[in-house]
Every structure is written in structure tokens, then in C-alpha cells.
């Protein structure tokens, strides 16, 4: 339209616009004002020209107008009618979308075990989990191609249910115990799975108590959290259950740790309370007394080859347990300043020489605790040793001196 209007009128700088207010108009430069016909109604006077309207261009506007609202309409319509043709063949979409998606997660399924040479396991109801060089899913994936360290696992109802786990940090603990869970979670979903062989009982449920975790906006710190779950596992785990388990009791004083360490141990083992199949990673190496004297638990550790001051972790679970962490060499490891590990060193050193923990009379005396044979005399003594620790001699009267002379005699009576 524009070009017939320019030869028609002569107006060289006619142009031909669109705003959100206005809508379309003609535009006219002051200097051509004179050449505007009387048919052009002003619409919009600015300061170098005139904006118009006529009759043709609002015939025009509202054509291309309607023809959007046109446009949106016959998209609705088309959409409408697609719907409906679908409505009468729900049925079948919605069987052919399940026979998609099982095809989408089997060729998945599938792909994964051929590029990373799975084997398919044996699942069955006998209980037992039995797995022959097992691998982490996931990590293998991310390390160099044959570098994962492969390992084995056998847990099930009887002599084997519960499995105390002990080592150096950093050795590989976790991502084994969470390797034996996926397993037998792919086990179950039908995957084949990440070993050169396989033998899941199928269980009711996984349950894990791992990493550290803290909701302190409820009030909740990260040592009660643990004990929540740790409360949650122990109401709901059954004898088909599998429960993982790191490094309970580590978020308060040791005895403290160690004490609901071992007795969330006994209760799990115990087959009239529990009897879950159990992987128990721990840095209290005391718990590995509990081996031979309560029916079901074992002992494992991850092996470790030192050569002078270094240590290597050769990520290998092992029958038998260890009395050694290796927190110090980690501490190297993760860039703690020289002179205060070499400082811990000492201190370490010097804590050891003094520890009976690892003595054969605290051997034995675990045993007993073990077996509920609780030696009262014992812990009578222990109470008195921690009373006097707090006892300052030097500033004690002779009068005192024999006043608490007397109270201890007469609380070891």
C-alpha cells in the first residue's frame, strides 16, 4: 500500500507504522503537510511530523488483526481435534507407552551390562548374599579402566548375618559397604549387576546410616539425626533386611560412641530382635571382640601395606580385624601443616603406650561385656580412677585428704 500511496500523493517520506496504542497509522513529515489529502484523519501530532488514519488502512488493520485471532483459533481447533482422536484410543496409547518405556529402561539395562561386562545374578529366597568379585556401578565407570579393586561379600541368616568392617579412613570402607547395596538393589529391579558372579536373597528392604547430616533449624544436630535413623533402622529392620551401617557413635565422647556402637551390634545380631544381614563399618576396633562370642558376627578389615612412614591401601576387604585407623597419615594426606601431625604422632605415641584398651586384660575384659557378664569390681574402680583424676592434691587439707579417703573406700564396699 505504501508505494501507491507515495507515487499517488508525492509524499516521498510517507511511512506506514504500528504501536500497541495507536495501531497502525500513516506518518507524514511536517514539510509534506501540505500534500496530505482531506481524507486522512489526524491521529497523533509529534514534533517533526503528523501520524494519520483512514478508512482503507483500518480496514486493513483489522483484517490483519482478526487474522491472528483466526490463526489461534484454528490452532485450538486442530488441537481439539487431536485430543479427541487420542481420547478414543487411550487404550491402546497408554499400552504402547508401557511397552516403550520397558524397552527404553531393558535396552538401558542392557547396554550398561554389555559395555561393562556385568553378569546376570541369581535371585532367589534363600537369604543368603553371595557376591563374587563385586564393583561399585558408579565409581568404576569414573576411574581408569581396570583400576577398581574388586571385592567379595557373604553375608545370610546364620553365621554370617553381621559383618564389623574395620580400617584406615580413605581406604574404601564406604564405597564397598554401598557397592554391596547397590547390587543387590539392581539385583532386585532386575538388572544384571556389577561381579563375575551373583547370588541375591531377596530382601524386604536396604536401609543405610551413612555420612553426616544435620537439620539445625528443627534443633537437631548431626550425632542426633545419626541416632534418629540409627532408632528408625532398628524398629523397622527384619531378618530379610539389609542394613548399612558407618561408623555409628563417632558425633559424641568415645565411651559414649562405643557404647551405643556395641550394643546397637548386639541388638542387630541378636536373631529374636533383628537378625538383619549387616555390613558394621567402625573405628572402635573393641568391637571386634564381639566376634566368636556372639553367634553371627564376623570380623573384617581393609588391608593395608606400610613402607616406612607410608602407608598403602590396597582397598581389599580381608577375613579379620585391625586395631589401626591410620587418622594421622589421612591427615597428611588431606595438607594438615607437618608440625602438627608430626605433633599428633607424639601425642598418638604416647596415648598408646598408655592405653590398656588394647592389652589382653581389656581383651578379655571385652569378652565379658560381650557375654553380659558385666565385672562390677571393675567398673567400680574405673568410676573411683575418674573421680580422683578430678581430685587437685595440692590444694586438699589433711582433713579432706581423709574425708575422701573414706567416701571411696565406702563406694568400693
Not at 490452532?75 to 485430543?83: H, K, L, M, W
Amino acid at each position: 500500500m505504501k508505494p501507491k500511496k507515495k507515487k499517488k500523493l508525492g509524499i516521498k517520506g510517507l511511512k506506514v507504522g504500528f504501536n500497541k496504542v495507536f495501531g497502525y497509522f500513516i506518518e507524514v513529515t511536517k514539510s509534506n503537510l501540505s500534500l496530505v489529502p482531506d481524507t486522512y484523519i489526524r491521529k497523533q501530532t509529534l514534533a517533526n511530523c503528523e501520524r494519520y488514519v483512514t478508512e482503507e488502512l483500518k480496514k486493513v488493520e483489522n483484517e490483519i488483526l482478526g487474522a491472528e485471532d483466526k490463526v489461534v483459533q484454528l490452532e485450538y481447533n486442530a488441537f481439539c481435534q487431536i485430543r479427541d482422536q487420542i481420547q478414543k484410543q487411550i487404550t491402546r496409547v497408554q499400552k504402547a507407552a508401557s511397552i516403550v518405556s520397558t524397552l527404553d529402561v531393558l535396552t538401558s539395562l542392557a547396554q550398561v551390562a554389555d559395555d561393562m561386562n556385568y553378569v546376570m545374578p541369581i535371585v532367589d529366597n534363600s537369604g543368603t548374599l553371595d557376591i563374587k568379585d563385586g564393583r561399585h556401578p558408579v565409581i568404576e565407570k569414573i576411574l581408569p579402566s581396570g583400576s577398581f579393586v574388586e571385592n567379595d561379600t557373604y553375608l545370610d541368616k546364620g553365621e554370617h548375618r553381621l559383618a564389623i568392617i574395620t580400617g584406615p579412613n580413605m581406604a574404601g570402607k564406604s564405597t564397598y559397604m554401598r557397592q554391596v547395596a547397590l547390587i543387590t538393589l539392581m539385583a532386585q529391579v532386575g538388572s544384571f549387576v556389577p561381579a563375575s558372579y551373583a547370588k541375591i536373597g531377596v530382601v524386604d528392604k536396604i536401609f543405610t546410616r551413612v555420612g553426616a547430616s544435620d537439620d539445625l533449624s528443627m534443633g537437631q544436630s548431626t550425632f542426633m539425626v545419626e541416632m534418629m535413623e540409627v532408632a528408625s533402622i532398628l524398629k523397622e529392620a527384619t531378618s530379610n533386611s539389609l542394613v548399612i551401617l558407618d561408623a555409628i557413635g563417632r558425633g559424641t565422647s568415645t565411651y559414649d560412641g562405643l557404647s551405643i556402637a556395641w550394643a546397637v551390634a548386639e541388638y542387630i545380631a541378636d536373631k529374636e530382635k533383628c537378625g538383619a544381614k549387616t555390613l558394621f563399618a567402625t573405628h572402635y576396633h573393641e568391637l571386634t571382640s564381639l566376634e566368636g562370642t556372639i553367634e553371627g558376627i564376623k570380623n573384617y578389615s581393609i588391608a593395608v601395606r606400610e613402607k616406612g612412614e607410608d602407608v598403602i591401601f590396597l582397598r581389599k576387604i580381608v577375613p579379620g580385624g585391625t586395631d589401626e585407623s591410620y587418622g594421622v597419615h589421612v591427615a597428611k594426606l588431606a595438607g594438615v601443616p607437618q608440625v602438627v601431625t608430626r605433633r599428633a604422632n607424639e601425642i598418638l605415641k604416647s596415648l598408646e603406650r598408655k592405653s590398656i584398651l588394647g592389652s589382653k586384660a581389656q581383651e578379655k575384659e571385652n569378652k565379658k561385656i560381650a557375654a553380659g557378664q558385666l565385672d562390677l569390681y571393675n567398673y567400680k574402680l574405673a568410676e573411683l580412677a575418674h573421680e580422683l583424676d578430678k581430685v587437685d592434691l595440692n590444694e586438699l587439707t589433711p582433713i579432706d585428704a581423709l574425708n575422701t579417703l573414706v567416701n571411696m573406700k565406702e563406694k568400693i564396699k
